[in-house]
C-alpha cells in the first residue's frame, strides 16, 4: 500500500490550498483516513479523520479552516486549508489504516508567508 500526499507549496497569509492523497496498492473498500501536521520543532498533531460513510472527526483547534473529504472511487483524500496563516506552516502527512495497519504518505510541505 503505497500514500501519495500533494498539493502543497508556498502561499500567502489569507490564501487557500487543496491538498490530496492518493492511495494505491490496496483491495480494501472502505478505511479510515486521516490528515496530519507537523511544524518544525513540533510532534505530529491530527488535523482530521475520514471515517468513512460520511463521517468525520475534527481535532477541535482545527474545526472552522480546514475541510476533509474523499473521492471514494478515486481513492483519494483531501485536505481543503482556507485562510491560511503563518502558524499552519508544517509538513502535512496522510494516513490510511487498512486491515489494523496503518500507513503513512510521504508528507508535503505548506509554507505560509505572512
Known amino acids: 500500500v503505497q500514500l501519495q500526499a500533494s498539493g502543497g507549496g508556498l502561499v500567502q497569509a489569507g490564501e487557500s490550498l487543496r491538498l490530496s492523497c492518493a492511495v494505491s496498492g490496496s483491495t480494501a473498500s472502505s478505511y479510515v483516513m486521516g490528515w496530519y501536521r507537523q511544524a518544525p520543532g513540533k510532534l505530529r498533531e491530527l488535523i482530521a479523520t475520514d471515517l468513512g460513510g460520511g463521517f468525520t472527526h475534527y481535532a477541535d483547534s482545527m474545526k472552522g479552516r480546514f475541510a476533509i473529504s474523499r473521492d471514494s472511487g478515486k481513492h483519494t483524500l483531501y485536505l481543503q486549508m482556507s485562510s491560511l496563516k503563518p502558524e499552519d506552516t508544517a509538513v502535512y502527512y496522510c494516513?490510511?489504516?487498512?486491515?489494523?495497519?496503518?500507513?503513512w504518505g510521504q508528507g508535503t510541505l505548506v509554507t505560509v508567508s505572512s
Open positions: 494516513k490510511a489504516n487498512i486491515w489494523f495497519r496503518d500507513y
